[in-house]
Structure formats: C-alpha cells, structure tokens
C-alpha cells in the first residue's frame, strides 16, 4: 500500500497458480504499456505455502512476447550511440505539465492488462479478469477483496448460497490503476450493500485504500449503495470462512457498522465483528494433517517435501502451510496438511470441523503447552515422538487434560522415540524428520508402501545430495528404522475421567520448584499467550499502543529442547568461567555463595571455594539451566578443564532444576569484587540478555550477552532487522532484562536499511538531554553559591563532584543513586526540578548499534559510513554471519570467494568485502576484529576499548552459523571460531585512534600473527558451504577457495607490516630479500589466557626499548620453532592454565615444539640466551609448570639460561609482582641492559596542598576504608605463652557482625594495619609536611585498579594508604637516585643499582629499611608525594590463618593466632614486622574496649573433604596450628550434631611446649574423641631435636592407615623451605613402607593427591 503514489501499476495474485501465470501478465503489460507494474500478493499466506501449480514453458510464454515493444523498451536505454538525458532537474514552469503528458500511457493501462490476461487464457486455459466476480447473479450482499482471502470468500460464498443466501464475492486483481469501468461490469446491479476488505491499516486516514476506491468508483458513476469498509488479516492473522460470514452479516445489519475489524476482540474502541462457530468448507475427500515440530528440526523441510511427493506423484491435489514461532531455531511451528481429489481453496489452517485426521507432536515439551487435540477429528491418529511406549508410562508423563482429549476424540495413539531412532542410524538426535515423515506416510496410506518408500528417497536425494553421502544414507536409514519403531497404544477407557497424578501434575510446569520467581503480569498474559500458541485470542486492551513492552520475558519460557545438557565435575574445574562466556543462552553461569547461602542450598547442590583473593569467604559453583539449554555443547568444547559433560536431560531435570532455580533467585549477585572489564570477573555480572530464541549454538549471541554485562546497566541498543533482532526482539519473549537496580538494556528495531541513522539520532538525543543536565547542574550550584538558593550541603556536594567526573560513567553510576535521594526530598523550584526531569542522564547512556553483515556490509553501509565520519561517540557491533542468515543465508559482501550460498549456488566468485579496512580510513573511528572463542581476552579488551573510546566504533565480530553445516554441528562455534583465526581466515586485530601517533604500529594492534595453512584446508573441509562446491565442481572449486585463501593472505600480510614499528618492519623486510640481520635484539614471547602474561611482556618490551634496546613482542603461538635460532636472547613469559596446561596463545608453539623436540639438534640455541618468567598459582599442584616445560625446552636445544625461571605466584598479595619486582632488576642485569633514561617520568597524579578556605577541602574524608574491606571488630587479644616468653604469641578474637564477611574452614582473616607514627613522622619530615595538610590528589595518567581518595589528610594518606614501613624494591632506589642532589648520595644510590652494586644492595635489604627510612637516610632526594604514589604500593591486607570455625562459634566470631614478627637487623637494629608490631603495641581491646578495624576474608588454597567421614592428618608447625583448630571445631561441631566423623591425627611442631597453643583444648577434643591422635615434636624439649618429619616416620603405620587405606586427605600449614618437600617424602615413605608399594606407585598416588585436593600445603 505503501507504493500506491509512486506511478507503479498494481497487480494482484490470489494464490500460487496466480502468482505463475499473472507474473506473466505483469511482464507483458508492463512493455506494452511503458509503465511500471509491481506484482505483489500475500507473504505468509501465498509466497509461504505449498500448492499445486502447473507452471508455463518458456517456449510457450515466448509465444505471446511482444518484441517490438521490448525492442522499443532496449531502445528507450541510455547508450552514447543514440545519447539522450533522463532525470534532470525541473522548475515551476514545466514540471506539472510534464507530470501530466504521462496520463494517457495510465489510462491504457486497464484495456492492456485485460488484453494480455486475455492471450495468457489462450496459451493456459486460465482467464482472468481486472475484477471477478464469484456467487449468486442476484446477490443482495457482495464483498470486495482481494489476495488469498478471496479463496476463503467463494468458499463462504458457496455454503451461504446452499442456505439460500443472495450473496458474492468481486476479486480485485488490478489495484492501480483501479478501474472504474470494470469494476461496475462485474458487480451485479442487484447488489445494495458491499463491505470492502483491506488488508491494510492506514491510521488517520477517513477510509482505507480499496474502501475509498470503491466508494470513488460508485459516486462517480453515480450510483448509490451501502459501503462499509474494514480490515483483516493483519499480521497474516487467520481469515476463515466463519470471519467472512461475519463480514456478510454485518451487511444485514439496518445501519452496518463501518471502519470494522474481523478476526480479533477490540475491546477498547468496539469496531470487531461477532464471530460465530467454525464453518465446515471442505471438500469430501480431503485429508488433513497438523505436525508440531519445533524449529531445526526438519519437520517443516519434511512436510514441504511430503506435500510435493502427494502433489507431483499422486492424482490428489495438496497444499502446506506453516506457522512459525517468531523466535529463531529451536521455536515450535505447526505445519498444516491438506490432501485431496479437487482443487484447494482453504486458504487458511487447519480448524476444528471437520478437524485433522493425523495430529502428530514432535517434541514432549509440547504435551503440557498446546492443546494439540483441539482440531483433531474423532477417530482420528495422533502420533507423539518419545521415548514412552506403556501406558503406564504414560500415564505419568502425559497430563491428565491431554490423556482425556485422547479418549475424548477416540483417536488412535501411536508413540516413537524419534530421537533414539536417528541416533541409531547416525544422525544428530534433534533431526527426526525423516522418522517422523515415514510414520505420517505408513498410517496415513496415501501412498502404497513401495511408492512411499521410492518418492522419499528420491526427496533425500534432492535435498541432500549437496552435503554429504553420509548425511544421505543416515537419512534413508532413518526412513527404513521408522516403522520397525512405531507403537501403538491401547489406552484404557479410564482416560476419560483421568486425573493428574503426582508426576503427570509435574509435567504441566516441570520447571516449577520452590525456589522458582513467579511470573510478572505482562509474562503471564503475552509469553504465555504467545509460547501456547494461545495469543490469538488476547483482546486488544491487553496491548499498550506503540509496541513499548518491558524486558525480561524469557526467563520463564522454559522451553526444555535439549536432548543431552551439560554437567558441571567441580573437582576438575579451574573456575575460569571461560564456559560462561561462549554459552549462547546464558544457560552456563558461573555463581559465588557466601555462608549462609550455601546453608539454604538445595541438597546436593555442588560448590567449591572460590578462588581469587578478591573472593575470600565465598564458594564457587557453575550451575547450568536444564530446561533453557539447548544442547549445544558449545561450553564443553570450550572448558580447559574437561569439567563439564554432556548428560540426558532429564537426568539434568531432575537432578540440578532446583540447584539452578535456587541459584538465579536466591543467589545475590555479587558483581562489585572483580574488574567486570576481564574475562572472569565479566561473568560474575549478570547477563541482561538470558535465554533468547536463537539457534543452538549461535554464534552471534555470546557478544551480545558479553556486551551487557559489561555495560547493559546503561545500553540503549539500535538494532537491524536480522538474525539478532528475531531472537532479540520477539514480541513478549524478550531476552533482555533489568538488573536488580531496575536499569537494563533499552533496546529498539529500525528498517533494515537505516539502523545507523537510526542509532545515531538516538545518540545525538542523547547528547542533547546531557548537555543540558549538565548546564541545568551548574545553573543549580551557581545559584547555591549565590545565596538566591538553598539545597542539601551533601547534595550540593554531590553534584559538584558529578561534574568533575562527568564523563567517567562508572563514577557516574557510583554517584547516581545517592544524588537522586537527595533531589526527592528536596522542594521543587524551576532549578531542581529542571535537575530531576533529566535525572535519567546523571550516567550517559552507552550507545551501540547492532546488526549483521547483509546490514553493515550490503544494505546499511552508507549509513553506516556516515555515522563513521561524523565522529559520534557512538559503537558498531557487526555480527557477521558471512551471509543474510536470517533469511535463509543468501549471499552477502560478506560472504567468503568460493562459498555456496543461496544466489551463489555455483560459489561467491568475488572477494569479501574489507569492512574493517574502509572503516580504519577514517583514521577517528576505533576498529576491532575479534573471534571470541579464539581469543576472549582479546574481545572483552576490544569491546573495553571501544566503549572508552570518545568517537565513533567498530567491532566485526566472527559470528558462527548453523547454516554453514559445519560437520561437528551445533558445538562447532569454538573449534570454528579457532581454527578461522588460526589459519588466517580471520584477523584479530584492534586499532585505537587514542593511540595514534603514540605507539610505534600508530595505534594498530595485530592480535594474531602466525597463520597456519594445513588448519585453513581443515577449517574449509569442515563447512558444507565450502565442501558442498567441492563435490559438485572440483575444479571450479579449487580455482575460488584457492583464490579466498590467497586473498586472506595478502590481507594477512598488510596487517602484519602495518603492526610493525619501523625498525621491525625494516628487518623483516631485509628477511624477505635475503638480507643478513644485525644487531641485538631481545625477542619477548608470552603465552596468556587472561591478558596478564601478555601486559608483563609489553611492559618488558617497553622498558627495553626505554633503555635503547631493540625488543620485540610476540605470543608463543606467532612464533616458528625453526626461527627461534635467529634470536639472540629470549625472555618467555608463561602462564599455567589449568592442571599444568599450556595458556591458549602457547598451546599451538608446544604442539610445534614437542614434535620439533624430538630430533632437534642439541646446540639448535646455542647462540641464544633466555630466561622465562611464570606465572602461576602455588595452589595448584603443577605450579608453573607451563612456563617449566618451556624454560627445560630452550634449555635441551643449547640455549644459555641467563635467569633462574621466576615463579610468580597468585598466592603472593601482590600476585605475580611479588617475585616479578625482585626477579626484573636482576635480568636486566644479567642481559647487560643499558640503564633506564635518567629522568623522572611525570606522576600519574597531581598533588596540591589546599588551602583552608578551599571549597575542595570541605571534601576531605574523615577515614579511610581500602577497597575491598569490610568494618569488623577486635573484641579480644590475650597471649597464649607464659608472660615473660621470649616470642610473643597471641589470640585474637574479631566480632564480624554486620560486615557481611563469612568464612569457611582454611580460610584466611586479612587485616589492614596502620604505619607507626614513627614511621610516619620520619616520612612527613622529609617531604616537609607537618600532617595536617590536606591533599587534593587527582589522575593524570592513573593505572590504579581502585582510585586513591580525591581529598586526604597528608598523615592519614602515610598512616593508612601507602605502605611507608615496607621494604622498598630496586625501583625505587632508582628514583632515589634521580631525585638525588647530593653528589655522594647520588654516587651511592647509582651504585647500588647497578650489577656491581648487588650485594651493598642485598645489605640494605638484609637491613630491612623502609620506604620513609631510606628517605631520610637519603635527604638530597627531594620527592615529590606524586611520585611516591607511583613508587610506594598501598597498604596490603596482611593474612592470617583463621583458628575458628564458624558453624561452632557462629558466623560473626572470628579468631586468630599470631607470632609477633621479630628480628634483628645486620646493624643489630630490633626490628618488627608492620602488622604484628601494629597488633600487639597499637591494639588494645582489654583497655579500649572492641575497637574497629577493616578487614576481608581470603578463601584458601586448601580443599576440604565433602563429607566429616573423610580422616584428616594434621601437620602444623607454630602458628599453622591455627587452621588446624578450625578443622577440629568443626569435626566437634560435626559430631555434636549427629554427624558421622572420621578419624583426626595432629602433628604439631614447636621449640618447646609453651608455644603449643591451645593445647588444653586439644586434650579435651582428644577426650571427647573428636581428635583420635596427637602428636608432638618439641625440637628443644630433649637433647637431641627432634622435628615433625622424624615423628611423620615413626608413625608411618598410621599415616598409611588414614591416608591410603581409608582415603584421608592430609594438611600441612607452617613455615616453607625444606620442610613441605620433607613431609611429602615421609607421606611418599609411609605408603611404599606400610603398603609394599613401589616408590613410583607411592609418588603417583601423593601427586593424584594432589590433584584431586586431598593434600594441601600452606606455606610462607
């Protein structure tokens, strides 16, 4: 309707056959007349539906051509031979004339289509005419209509008739230009009242389209009758004969209603029709079928094919038509079957009379939600695909409502177990469609047996004769298989009272447990009306106009497809969370518990402690969604760990429902303890977009869902119509949802063709909105300061900071919510209410449009260009699916050379379209190029940078899809995604505007470098797009796909030189010519998971280069083993992933090297010098073990080690930059490293001592609460030796109530301690501060992870912020020395930072001086307070063994044991440790009273038992007696409870027995029997010391026995060094000796131990 004014001629087609024979009519009329035609008819009711159609030859259509007119028509072509101009521009004086000259070519319009409809009768046998009219000669009533409707009115035509009704029906065929003269030809005189249909809505308009042609047509010719007019059909609702009848009806009506609506119930403005009961149009003979399958599953495919088998191959005539889900694969649809002896005219469903004679459901989870008997004939056959064939079976598993409708219709029931059977023939279990088919085809005998059989097999050819053989013979195996599978069932007559059971009342909600949200209102009206196939019936009052709904829909479809759902193994997990990450549906979430959660936890739920001292006092579970999984398997493939395997789903169901239920509502979200800009601590954010329609397995959903969780609390989404706006934006099914602050993506749909305007002008709303709260702010505080308005000091506060930070959105969000409590209660004057009317833009929003490639690289590219250029902050998500997948995966620019796809069935013989390249012209817009299964820290870090990019951004993301018929299926996303950036057919790259000009690649980075061309032909052979050509065209294949891959490695190529600085693209250019390469150089080489490996190494690099060194940096996987000779020093930085294993980014450089190991020269590096930092967690068993296995690789082919290999260690407080900062100096060292620039650099942050009278100083915090803490109190300190004792130890107790903290046993308390004022004083003197300054302190250049205060006391930044009293690294010697004036001074600081100087250097460490002590020990260093905050960490928690257990004291009492830290320095200084000295000199709560502190909880590295039946042998050496009396708590507690405890043995190690804490307790535990053994090893109580080894040998018998023969797990805690080592060998010892076990066996069976967390080791 919308082209009507456009000068086109309209022709309709009502059906199939017309859209053949009238697409002819269209042509020729079209030349003969000189005027555009459009030929248009109904979408899913015509182009939709299968039919019988007898097409016209060619040779026959050529008959009628008229040539001259197309001679003419090629003449009228623009050609220089014969030039002429088109299209110019026309002033006043000549358009309207020329616009008329063109209105004779209109009027002859009408007479030439008639004539050429006229001689396509001829040629066919089919007339036509402009207006048709069917029914009675002298019909009082008539109704003019026209597309597939028509069909429906001449049946309803013929039933009125045969009840004696004067009715009929006028067809329009030609809508433009409408006739005037043939429609009053074919309209009866007698006719008084007509009701015209439009298919259309046209709001404002007096009349619809045809009502006003038809009233026009009438008055012009003058003649007077009753016109009505009204809609139908919109949407493709259902127009049936009963709809028709109402329209009839109202015309019988004295005064009938006008502007009338048909086939819904308008309750709001009253215009809908009475419907009455369903009228029964069909034709004697004709066969009616409904299948209820779901979507991929093939049943549609099947039903097409079985429709074209009985239409072509039989003498009935047949139609299909399908309805599908709004959803993508995976949704239900419902395919109508219609077979019979004469021609069909019901161009609607399936209805109730005279119902279907075969209803068949594909899949058990539609048994509880559709009411699929409703249309079912009695007697007819109803056959249900599962796994059930008893009927007492099935009395538990069909409900009650279902098993009475079967007996109610006494229809015949049959079952199979679809999915079993294509399994067992090899075919994937969701592809039934071959059983099912060959079920419909034996039960309903349309064909003969044999027929059957041949015509099936002959549509597998044509249907799958493009993919494999294999596929081909699965699928008639599937055939053959069908029927020797088939059930009957003899229900019993009982069904017809059947009432639900306990298990058969489940299945109508499985998913229901006591855990379970309830459903909001619009959920339970529109998803359930929707997912029921009940919405039709919804009046209109439950709509609100416009289409605005919430979000939120899908968390309570519950749509159970899977077959198989994953299964989380937590002892196997390494909690990277990296299955949550790639999981399409967001049915794989990763969930921290604290206490008392895990005490409310379902039975059997599983959970382990998490890891991370970010996470201390939590437990760390993966729970997985039963009934949302859609079984892809997608996070299997991706787990490092093997810790997830696939299980039935209904074991899943049964078992982890309630787990996950408990988990999404009753698990608080804990998504403030990790950076949610990393790969793991993204998915500890909810994901505000869950459980979407889209296939399983997609691959353009993770990004999506990755994207909210890293921003979704403040997207606005512009989305393209496409594969991610049908399963984003599904009428009351949406994905997205809030978070529980009630924010969440806002999420829109445009055309196809505008979404970046569309998402630009959204963006520049936006702007405007916030540039105005930002001027209504300041307008606001200007008249606070005036004095004209009075506000809320903490408001005007607040406010003030806001605009400080007012581009920082996550300092926005911090502020938001506290700014709008206060401006509530504040009075509403113009100046504050002007504030709360833009409140919503307090955080600017984060604009993204997304769409897929047919968008962005076809029909969207303008717009997209555009939005490119203007320099908006705005960002692009490109989902490229290489081709238009939601339509059926038409070609594409995006589409691969040598691909087949739809409209390039013979290959794309062109080459895909650069999007990034053109993008990166632009020079101002952020571009990235990511893979996300390839590289997930790559992508979070590009969606990172993107979002923080101020101007405009592109993301082009690899999206896997179902339509490539990758032969793995569904869960090939990661190996897909892999192996494309692997072999080179994908690029990882990002390219950073903010870094241009800046960085020696001008802000371009090339992710991944080594391409692999043995992975590009596996990835190819992989996909059917690629194969499919291969097998039907060889040569003409091997010509393209060897054409993409040259292609994709010329573009390799560029990248690569573009990533390269000058001096490295100058040698490798000298490399490609032959050249020799000079010059030292250091190669760094990182293997990463996370991106920390990777950040270590570029700062090495950096330094380097920052030195006049050449450096280069490249992971492990870029590099060729064969190259590593050229290098003449290599630093490697490794991180361990997993038990051992190697990091992503190495995995394929180990592959390579393993091989290469084995018959490599021994001297291939002898010309090299390497060393090799790892980076790792002393948790696990196999600590560093990556990085050792390379560091003993380089060494065995002859390499100089210049470096023992670091161990970093996560364990340290500081992590890996514990032992980084030690190991750095000393390799630079070693290499012969120019020294650094001696130069300052600029402090990241501006200091300014502010005066009194500063507005800014009323800011200054009166206490400082380190990120991370919680407030806790120290109730009780009392010793634990004899007063006078030569070691101080003591017992603390700590009231946590009201914190929030909880502990498990194992876990550490770390507290936050306070520098001495000695300290302090000694730090303040120096810089020339008395303390009470008060310090503004704002980020220049800040890579804090946590902002330091903006304004502090000077005493309380040096009391309790930085770590003044801690022993300071070499680094900050050096910016002793560059500070220095003094000549001595600066001699010696040089001095002690060179290699020379090492030992004096390892002097002042041994004589342990501080930060402030070498600050005043050199005064000539005048340093600035900015540079300290660069040089001097933060005051680290400091962490100590919990001694309690929490189920025995309660969850807010918390005890320590501690040993106060003492030594004596080299100088014989008495010295103590910072936190001890502050614990025992500066707390007194005996005094004081509680006094409060901060602290946090840290989980440990240990694992406990499952079960208190597990034995527990004890090693503990002084205070690591600490953790040991928390085990023993809680065995008492345990046994106090009823429980069943195994065995405790302790062996405690001590200088004599005053240091033996608690050990009255332990006595009375040992009494008790909660402790079975103790013993100690009191090395000074006899002549000879004895040690806790020695006691571990003499008792080796009952090491064994609790170890080895009743499965015990062993823990040790206490100081590191020999002793661990020592006590693995006697645990080694005691298993040989007791158990004539070999010492392999007995080795193996500790580090199996090991493993699976039965021996643990806390060391320091």
């Known amino acids: 309707m919308a082209v009507r004014s456009t000068g086109c001629a309209l022709l309709n087609a009502h059906n199939p056959q017309e859209v053949m024979d009238l697409g002819l009519v269209a042509h020729l009329a079209s030349l003969r007349s000189s005027v555009p035609f459009v030929h248009f008819f109904d979408g899913t009711r015509t182009s939709g539906v299968i039919e019988c159609v007898k097409p016209i030859p060619y040779t026959t259509m050529k008959s009628i051509v008229p040539w001259e007119e197309l001679d003419a028509f090629r003449q009228r072509g623009l050609n220089p031979q014969h030039p002429i101009m088109r299209g110019m521009g026309q002033d006043p004086q000549i358009y309207y004339q020329s616009a008329v000259s063109a209105n004779k070519y209109y009027d002859a319009v009408p007479a030439i289509v008639q004539d050429v409809m006229d001689q396509v009768a001829v040629i066919t046998g089919r007339q036509y005419k402009l207006f048709e009219y069917y029914g009675a000669p002298d019909a009082d009533r008539a109704v003019v209509i026209m597309g597939s409707a028509a069909k429906t009115a001449e049946e309803t035509v013929d039933y009125l008739r045969a009840k004696g009704e004067k009715v009929g029906v006028l067809k329009v065929r030609l809508f433009r230009p409408f006739s005037t003269e043939h429609f009053l030809a074919e309209l009866p005189e007698s006719v008084k009242a007509i009701a015209v249909l439009d298919r259309t809505k046209e709001d404002l308009a007096p009349s619809l389209p045809m009502h006003a042609d038809v009233l026009t047509a009438l008055s012009e010719a003058g003649v007077y009758k009753t016109v009505v007019g009204g809609n139908y059909g919109l949407g493709s609702k259902e127009f049936a004969p009963k709809h028709c009848k109402a329209v009839f009806d109202n015309l019988l009506e004295k005064v009938p209603r006008n502007r009338y609506t048909v086939g819904i119930n308008d309750d709001v403005t009253h215009t809908s029709l009475p419907v009455g009961p369903t009228i029964n149009c069909i034709d004697e003979g004709m066969t009616q079928a409904i299948f209820f399958g779901l979507g991929s599953d093939g049943t549609v495919g099947a039903n097409k094919a079985a429709a074209a088998i009985i239409g072509e191959r039989t003498e009935f005539y047949s139609q299909g038509h399908f309805n599908y889900s709004s959803q993508k694969a995976g949704a239900s649809t419902v395919s109508h079957l219609r077979f019979g002896p004469k021609p069909i005219r019901s161009e609607y469903e399936i209805e109730d009379s005279p119902g279907a004679d075969y209803v068949a459901c594909h899949h058990t989870s539609f048994l509880p939600k559709f009411d699929m008997l409703s249309k079912a004939r009695e007697g007819g056959v109803f056959v249900v695909n599962c796994p059930w064939n008893t009927v007492e079976t099935l009395e538990n598993e069909f409900p009650a409502k279902l098993r009475r409708a079967i007996a109610e219709k006494k229809v015949d029931l049959y079952t199979i177990d679809a999915h079993a059977v294509a399994t067992s023939v090899g075919l994937p279990a969701k592809r039934i469609n071959q059983v099912m088919q060959a079920t419909f085809f034996n039960l309903s ?122 299964v989380w193994i937590p002892d196997k997990c390494t909690q990277c969370n990296l299955c949550s990450v790639v999981c399409p549906h967001a049915v794989v979430r990763p969930f921290l518990l604290d206490k008392k959660e895990m005490e409310t936890a379902p039975a059997g739920y599983n959970a382990r402690k998490a890891k991370g001292g970010e996470l201390g006092g939590l437990n760390y579970t993966i729970q997985l969604a039963p009934f949302d999984c859609t079984g892809c398997a997608v996070c299997v493939e991706m787990c490092p760990d093997d810790a997830l395997v696939m299980e039935p789903q209904k074991y899943s169901q049964d078992t982890f429902n309630e787990h996950w239920e408990f988990s999404l509502n009753h698990v608080s979200i804990k998504d403030n303890l990790m950076d ?250 952020y571009v990235a190029s990511v893979s996300l299964a390839a590289d997930v820290n790559q992508t979070v870090r590009a969606f990172k940078e993107a979002e923080a990019w101020n101007g405009p951004s592109i993301i082009i993301a690899y999206a896997t899809c179902v339509d490539w018929g990758h032969r793995h299926g569904d869960k090939a996303m990661v190996l897909q995604q892999v192996q494309a950036v692997e072999s080179g057919y994908w690029p990882l790259y990002r390219y950073n505007p903010a870094d241009a000009g800046k960085t020696e690649s001008n802000g371009f980075e090339l992710d991944h470098k080594r391409v692999d061309e043995k992975t590009m032909e596996s990835f190819v052979q992989n996909e059917n797009r690629f194969t499919s050509l291969q097998r039907s065209s060889p040569e003409h294949a091997k010509m393209l796909q060897d054409g993409m891959k040259q292609t994709f490695n010329a573009r390799h190529e560029q990248r690569k030189r573009r990533a390269m600085g000058d001096e490295d693209l100058l040698e490798y250019l000298k490399k490609q010519m ?16 996370t991106g920390n490996a990777e950040m270590v190494a570029k700062n090495f690099q950096f330094e380097m280069k920052r030195r006049g060194m050449k450096a280069k940096c490249l992971s492990l996987n870029d590099v060729s083993i064969g190259d590593l000779a050229e290098e003449s020093k290599i630093l490697a930085i490794v991180a361990t992933a997993g038990q051992g294993e190697m990091p992503k980014s190495a995995v394929k450089f180990w592959q390579d090297m393993e091989t290469f190991l084995e018959t490599a020269p021994a001297d291939f590096l002898k010309d090299t010098k390497f060393a090799v930092f790892g980076m790792g967690d002393s948790s696990y068993v196999f600590f560093n073990e990556a990085a050792r296995k390379i560091d003993e690789a ?159 006391p000077a005493r309380m930044l040096f009391t309790e912020v930085l770590d003044i009293a801690g022993w300071p690294k070499r680094r900050y010697y050096e910016m002793l020395k560059l500070s220095a004036t003094d000549p001595k001074e600066k001699e010696e600081l040089q001095h002690l930072c060179t290699k020379e100087g090492k030992a004096d250097y390892q002097a002042y460490t041994a ?72 614990l025992s000199d500066d707390l007194h709560p005996g005094n004081e009273g509680p006094i409060p502190l901060r602290a946090c909880v840290h989980p ?161």
């Open 1194 to 1352: 380089f060494e065995k082919l002859g390499g100089e080690r210049v470096m023992q290999m670091g161990m970093g260690d996560d364990q340290h407080p500081a992590r890996f930059d514990t032992e980084l900062e030690e190991w750095s100096p000393d390799y630079y060292d070693n290499i012969e490293a120019p020294e650094p620039p001696q130069e300052l650099s600029p402090p990241s942050h501006l200091v300014e001592i502010l005066s009194p009278e500063d507005a800014k100083a009323s800011k200054v915090i009166t206490s400082y609460e380190p990120a991370g803490s919680k407030a806790v109190k120290m109730s009780v300190k009392r010793s634990t030796v004899p007063e006078g004792y030569e070691r101080a130890i003591d017992h603390f107790e700590f009231d946590l109530t009201g914190s929030g903290l909880s502990y498990d046993q194992g876990d550490s308390l770390g507290l936050w301690p306070s520098n001495s004022k000695e300290q302090v004083d000694i730090c303040l003197k120096a810089l020339g501060l008395n303390g009470d300054e008060v310090l503004n302190i704002q980020p220049i250049d800040s890579n804090r992870s946590v902002p330091l205060p903006e304004v502090i």
């Open 676 to 925: 949610k800009n990393t790969v793991k601590g993204s998915q500890f954010q909810d994901p505000l977009m869950e459980f979407s329609g889209a296939c399983s397995g997609c691959g353009e959903t993770p990004y999506v869902k990755l994207l909210t969780q890293m921003f979704g609390d403040r997207m606005v989404i512009a989305n393209s119509s496409g594969c991610s706006s049908v399963w984003g934006g599904s009428y009351g099914l949406s994905p997205f949802k809030k978070n529980r602050h009630g924010q969440g993506p806002a999420w829109a749909r445009s055309l196809f063709e505008d979404t970046a305007e569309y998402g630009l002008g959204m963006a520049l709303g936006s702007q405007q909105r916030r540039e105005r709260l930002i001027e209504d702010v300041k307008e606001l505080i200007e008249e606070v300061d005036s004095g004209s308005l009075v506000v809320s000091g903490e408001l005007q506060v607040l406010l003030q900071r806001w605009l400080d930070v007012v581009d920082d959105a996550d300092k926005c969000s911090v502020l938001q919510p506290e700014i709008k409590r206060l401006l509530a209660a504040e009075s509403d004057g113009p100046e504050v209410q002007a504030v709360k009317r833009g409140s919503d833009m307090f955080v600017a929003p984060s604009h993204w449009i997304i769409g897929g490639d047919g968008w962005a690289y076809d029909i969207g590219f303008g717009g997209l260009d555009h939005v490119l250029a203007t320099g908006q902050n705005i960002n692009i998500l490109v989902l490229d699916t290489e081709g238009y997948s939601n339509t059926g995966a038409q070609v594409s620019k995006a589409t691969p050379q040598g691909a087949t796809m739809k409209m390039a069935a013979g290959g794309q013989k062109s080459k895909k379209k650069d999007l990034g390249a053109i993008a990166m012209m632009h020079e101002n817009a």
């Open 1500 to 1660: 440990s590295a240990v694992t406990m038992p499952e079960t208190h039946k597990t034995p527990i042998v004890m090693v503990a050496l002084g205070t690591g007696i600490a953790p040991m009396r928390a085990f023993i708590e809680e065995r008492a507690a345990a046994k106090k409870d009823g429980e069943e405890c195994g065995d405790m043995a302790l062996f405690f190690g001590a200088r004599n027995r005053q240091e033996y804490s608690y050990e009255a307790e332990f006595d009375q535990y040992q009494k008790d029997g909660v402790l079975q053994n103790i013993v100690l090893a009191l090395s000074r109580e006899q002549k000879e010391k004895i040690y806790v080894t020695h006691r571990l040998k003499q008792e080796k018998q009952l090491v064994f026995d609790l170890i080895h023969e009743k499965h015990g797990n062993l823990y040790l805690c206490g100081p590191g060094g020999n002793v661990p080592p020592q006590v693995r060998q006697a645990v080694v010892d005691a298993i040989k000796d007791c158990g004539g076990h070999t010492e392999e066996y007995a080795e193996k069976y500790v580090q199996e131990m090991q493993i699976n967390g039965r021996y643990n080791v806390e060391a320091w």
């Open 1074 to 1089: 032959g050249e020799q390469v000079t010059g030292e150089r250091v190669t760094v080489l990182y293997g990463t998971d």
């Open 1407 to 1478: 004589e342990s001086y501080t930060y402030a002590e070498l600050l005043q020990k050199f005064p000539s260093a005048k340093v600035s307070i900015g540079n300290l905050l660069d040089y001097v960490p933060d005051i680290k928690p400091r962490l100590y063994s919990i001694a309690s257990s929490s189920r025995m004291r309660g969850d807010d009492e918390c005890h320590l044991c501690i040993i106060k830290n003492e030594w004596t320095a080299t100088s014989g200084r008495e010295l103590v440790g910072l936190s001890t000295r502050w």
């Open 445 to 566: 005998n349309i064909l003969p047996p044999e027929d059957a059989k041949a015509q099936l097999e002959a549509a597998i050819d044509r249907m799958y004769g493009k993919k494999s053989p294999d596929i081909v013979r699965s699928n008639k195996a599937a055939l053959a298989a069908a029927a020797e599978n088939l059930n009957k069932i003899d229900y019993p007559a009982s069904w017809l009272t059947a009432e639900d059971n306990e298990k058969s009342a489940k299945v109508a909600n499985p998913s229901a447990t006591k855990y379970s949200a309830p459903l909001d209102e619009f959920s339970s009206t529109f998803l359930k009306g929707i997912d029921s196939r009940t919405a039709d019936a919804l009046p209109v009052s439950a709509f609100k106009p416009g289409g605005e709904t919430p979000i939120g829909q899908s968390a309570f479809q519950k749509r159970a497809l899977a077959e198989e759902v994953p």
